[in-house]
Structures are given as C-alpha cells and as structure tokens.
C-alpha cells in the first residue's frame, strides 16, 4: 500500500470537517452531532400529546379558541396554546413538522417529512373518541405503503414518535373498571402497545420512540381536588407500573429484533424535573404553581373554549399562557412543553434517535 502524502493526508482532514459541518444539527439552542443515520421522516402516532390538527373540528375542543392563541394564534387542532411534543421532536431531529394525515392530499408536497397519524382522545383500544385507535392509525401508513405514497426502503431513513398518555386507562375507569383489576388492564395496554412498535418496525421505520406515561396524578384534573398543590399518589403509583412494563417490553423487542430500535422517550421524569424546577436548560421562568392550569370552565360542567347556547365564554384564562406549565386540565402549555424538551431526561432520551 502506498504512503499517503502530506498533501493527501490535509485533503482527508478538511474534508473530515467538512462532512462535520454538514451533518450537525442546532436545535432549541443544543447541539447534536451526527454521524451516519439521520432522520428525515418523522411518523406520528397516538392522541392529544402528539395530535397537531386530525380531530375532527366539530368535534374537538382543540379548534375553538382559546386553543392556538400563541402558536399559529388561532385554533389549529393541537391541544395547547401553542406548540406541542411533535414539534420540538420534529425541530430537534431538524426536520419539519409532519402534517396531519387528514391533510395529506392537500399538503401533498410535506409528505416528504413524514405524516402524523395522531388523533386526540386515542388510545391502543377504542375510548369514546370517534376517532381512529392506534393499530388503524397503522393501517393508515400500511395503506400509504401499499398505494406507493411512501417505499419500504424511504422508509428506512425515518423515525416515529408513539405517544400514550392515558386515555385507556381514563376509558377504563369511566366504564367502572374495578381496582382490583387495573394492574392486569395495564398489562393488556403495554402488551397491545408492543403489538403496535413491532408492527411500525416490521413497515420499515428505523426507529421508534415510545413515550412513557406522564404523572397522570399529577394532572389538574386530579390535582383540583386538592387546590392544585398536590399530586394524587394513588394514580401515579399505577402510572409506575405502566412505565416498567413499558420498559420491559422495549428490551424485549429489542432483543427479539437484535437491534436498538425501540427505546422509551422519557416522559414520566421530564414532567417531574419540571414540576421540582431542575430544568436542563432555564428556558422560562419557574412555574409558581405547575399543578394549576391556564384554561379552565367557570364550572365542572365546562372545559377550556366551552361557551353557552348564546355564544358566551363558558371559561377563565389566566393571563400570560408562559407563566403556565398546563394549559388545560390534562395538555400542557407551549411554554410546559418547552420545559419538558428542556430537561435532562427527556434530552437524554432523545440522544437515542441518532
């Protein structure tokens, strides 16, 4: 083998820093590097965590104002006055948002990025949302794989966020699902949920995030009940059980498939390194109060953007959304989703996308 010469070796050098330039990415201030696999699809599935704009209008509170007041500025179908998981995800992987499948023959040219098949008020089982559960959200990809819209092979240089926050669990109490018989329905929830990341794998898609269930406890919707300054240990202790099956699953497929590309996006110590004010990055200032909401109805017979049979706001808004960690009783702020991208766990988790 010939001896590289000088000249050759400095070719080598600058063109080592030139390919780093190219694939770093600058993100929310944070800096990834990359080397090799970069992301340039995002899939979205699950429901209002991830949602951002399929619900249908007349149905979801999601487009009536308040909702979208700081990002667009007016409704546009995500649950929040702003931005939500999807777009911070989608921005740190330097890729545009995914449009909603609902708008994907008018928004033809985006398909590019991905699409988001998430529907609020979904779960990996039917709930009283008339709106698409996760394995159909699937079916949809499925059906865009069959139709050519997208390659197995595109497919391979993409991602997907899965997002389960709970609405199974909320179906299941609702239905006076007995206490005694929660622990096995989340054994149900988390083996469906595993059906759900093999099968998005088995499609094509690289790797997938599934996100971890949040402190459902610690939700105003159940917070309320005690002035919004503390969190219901009762649920969150079901919440723990949810979260280390979840994880034991992801091994599993991991192992079954020989690879790494299932892995849990942190959710559940996200929310609380906000809520204990141990932000990665000070991107706002401390929440007074995180358990207390922006939005809510003047009574328990209203919600957030509820108004009466004459047109009249049937709700209260504080005044400045970026001084809110929730917007509403169960969706985070803007400014709460900004916090929660912002910690170290969730930014650790993400690392696992690369």
């Known amino acids: 083998m010939d001896t590289p010469t000088p000249l050759f070796s400095l070719l080598c050098f600058f063109l080592f820093f030139l390919f780093l330039g190219e694939e770093q990415h600058v993100v929310e201030g944070s800096r990834v590097w990359t080397f090799g696999f970069r992301p340039k699809m995002l899939f979205v599935f699950g ?165 971890a269930l949040q402190p459902l406890g610690c939700l105003p919707r159940s917070t309320a009940q005690f002035s919004f300054e503390q969190c219901n240990e009762s649920e969150n202790a079901l919440v723990g059980l949810h979260n280390q099956l979840l994880a034991q699953a992801v091994n599993d497929l991991n192992k079954e498939t020989n690879s790494s590309s299932f892995f849990v996006l942190d959710i559940y110590n996200a929310f609380w390194n906000v809520f204990n004010q141990k932000q990665a990055h000070q991107v706002s200032p401390t929440f007074v109060n995180p358990f207390e909401p922006c939005c809510v109805g003047v009574s328990a017979a209203f919600s957030c953007g509820s108004v009466d049979e004459n047109g009249v706001k049937q709700y209260t808004l504080c005044s400045n959304p970026k001084s809110k960690f929730f917007w509403d009783t169960v969706h985070p702020t803007e400014q709460g989703w900004r916090a929660v991208y912002s910690t170290q766990a969730l930014q650790s988790s993400l690392k696992q996308f690369w």
């Open 47 to 211: 429901d209002s965590y991830a949602d951002t704009g399929n619900n249908r209008k007349a149905l979801a509170s999601s487009w009536k104002l308040p909702y979208g007041i700081t990002f667009p500025g007016k409704p546009a179908g995500r649950f929040s006055d702003g931005r939500v998981l999807t777009d911070f995800i989608a921005g740190y992987l330097g890729i545009k948002t995914p449009v909603p499948y609902r708008y994907r023959k008018e928004l033809g040219g985006r398909l590019k990025y991905g699409l988001n098949f998430a529907y609020g008020g979904t779960g990996v089982f039917d709930t009283p949302a008339p709106e698409p559960n996760m394995t159909t959200q699937i079916d949809f990809l499925q059906q865009l794989l069959n139709d050519s819209v997208y390659s197995k092979r595109a497919l391979k240089t993409s991602v997907a966020l899965v997002s389960l926050a709970g609405n199974d669990y909320s179906n299941y109490i609702a239905t006076n699902g007995s206490t005694a018989g929660f622990p096995a329905f989340i054994g149900r929830v988390v083996n469906q949920l595993k059906v759900n990341l093999k099968r998005i794998h088995n499609l094509g898609v690289r790797k997938i995030a599934a996100s």
